[in-house]
């Protein structure tokens, strides 16, 4: 089982979506159900909803960039170091996730606000597993687990 805990930071935030945790959680279940990645243990992640201004500041202090973005992931394990701990112990806390809603909002335009939100903390979700996108064969593997996650929570919850 999965546990989401949801800290809203940016009060914009609150126009989209009413209940966060209730709709993040509600996605979870649908996954935990679904994607091996998730059936092991009880895994909690913390997820900021936060503005420009603030993922600017973490971006700098702990990635050394001067901007904002749209997400940072904060993985509490590495990789292998993850395999381990998922064998030894019962819950695990993954890391924290911070999405900045000012770049959500600029792909309105594009795309629906749930389903920009969802594609981004699926995004995140999946680096706090360990995966990157540093080199394409692990942007190809990465892409593929975010798009049978995106399409197993938007086909079981139908984007509620």
Same mark, same amino acid.
């Given at each position: 089982m999965t546990k989401i805990n949801v800290i809203i930071q940016d009060k914009n935030w609150k126009k989209y979506i009413k209940n966060y945790s209730? #709709?993040?959680? =509600? =996605?979870? *279940? @649908? &996954?935990?159900? !679904? +994607? /091996? $990645? %998730?059936? *092991? /243990?009880? $895994? @909690? @992640?913390? +997820? &900021? &909803?936060?503005? /420009?201004? !603030?993922? =600017? #500041? $973490? /971006?700098? #202090? %702990?990635r050394g960039n001067n901007k904002a973005t749209d997400i940072l992931s904060f993985p509490s394990y590495k990789g292998k170091q993850l395999e381990k701990i998922l064998k030894n112990k019962n819950q695990i806390y993954l890391g924290d996730i911070i999405i900045n809603i000012s770049k959500i909002k600029k792909d309105l335009s594009k795309h629906n606000f749930k389903i920009t939100f969802d594609k981004l903390w699926i995004h995140g979700l999946i680096h706090l597993f360990g995966f990157s996108h540093k080199k394409d064969k692990d942007f190809i593997k990465m892409s593929k687990i975010e798009k049978k996650c995106f399409n197993h929570i938007n086909h079981d919850t139908k984007n509620n």
């Open positions: 209730l #709709y993040l959680n =509600k =996605k979870i *279940k @649908v &996954l935990d159900t !679904k +994607i /091996n $990645l %998730f059936r *092991k /243990n009880n $895994l @909690v @992640v913390t +997820i &900021l &909803l936060s503005g /420009n201004q !603030k993922i =600017k #500041y $973490l /971006n700098k #202090y %702990f």
